[in-house]
């Protein structure tokens, strides 16, 4: 599906439809496979919104990094923004609430579908807090991108840090797979990760380390899926860490989902929705 903007960021609404992010426009996107996108326009325009996900008050969430600010628009497209700096990952909390990380600031974040906000400090700065998800355990689980580790925080603010064994590794994407752990991906070593609730990590080698995968989506077949940004491929790996990679058209492919025709749907920076059958 070629979209007029640069998508990023992807989801699934409780509309059944996919929402998007346009990161260099300013606008958020909505497709029904098969029909025309419409998009809805942000003020100010430069906030750059990244990544979306469905809420639990039947709205979608995003983010906007460089505007400081987190969005909710409803599924008629009317928007609402709350302050909130450099807010990148976001996802819905098992308390009823969105959990968002603060990129520049060393926070996690904390917002009620009313607007009410909290942060809870991280214990080492510069860390980068990246990507977040709720896990199996009730709590969220989030990457740190400079901090090479993988965070968990407790609904009532504490947090747990579990280093990574390979330096560099940079992670980004993070999901819940379907095996009770969490699966992410490392940007900077070209790897998948997999860590259970107790802390124990293990590592994939994707078969071109220089691959840079970004984002990481469970997929209704039982594995996991994965975009390789600089390898422009879209990832599927099991979780006994088998990898099978496809070829995407179009370039710089970042967040995916599972759309609501059960395909994997790849938001491409380059221009374009792209449909892979599972």
Known sequence: ??????????????????????????????????????????????????????????ALWFTEFAGGRIGRIAVDGD???????????????PDGAMWFTRLQDDLIGRITSEGQM????????????????????????????????IGRITTGGVVTTYPLPTPGAAPVGICAGPDDALWFVEIGAGQVGRIDTSGAITEFPLPDRGARPHAI??????????????AGKLAR??????????????AEPHGLTVGPDAAIWVAMESGRLTRHPV
């Open 1 to 58: 599906m070629l979209i007029d903007g640069s998508p990023y960021g992807v989801t699934s609404g409780p509309d059944g439809a996919l929402w998007f992010t346009l990161v260099h426009q300013g606008r958020i996107g909505r497709a029904v496979p098969g029909e025309d996108p419409v998009f809805f326009s942000l003020e100010p325009a430069d906030g750059q919104p990244t990544v979306i996900t469905a809420g639990p008050d039947g």
């Open 237 to 250: 790996i099991t979780v006994d860490g088998a990898v099978q990679e496809f070829e995407l058209e179009g």
């Open 79 to 93: 928007v609402t923004a709350f302050e909130a700096t450099s807010p990148y990952g976001i996802a819905a909390g």
């Open 118 to 149: 909290s942060s809870y400090a991280l214990p080492d700065s510069g860390a980068m807090p990246s990507a977040i998800t709720a896990g199996p355990d009730g709590a969220l689980w989030f990457t740190l991108n400079q901090g090479n580790a």
């Open 217 to 230: 989506t469970a997929g209704p077949d039982g594995a996991l899926w994965l975009t390789e940004w600089g």
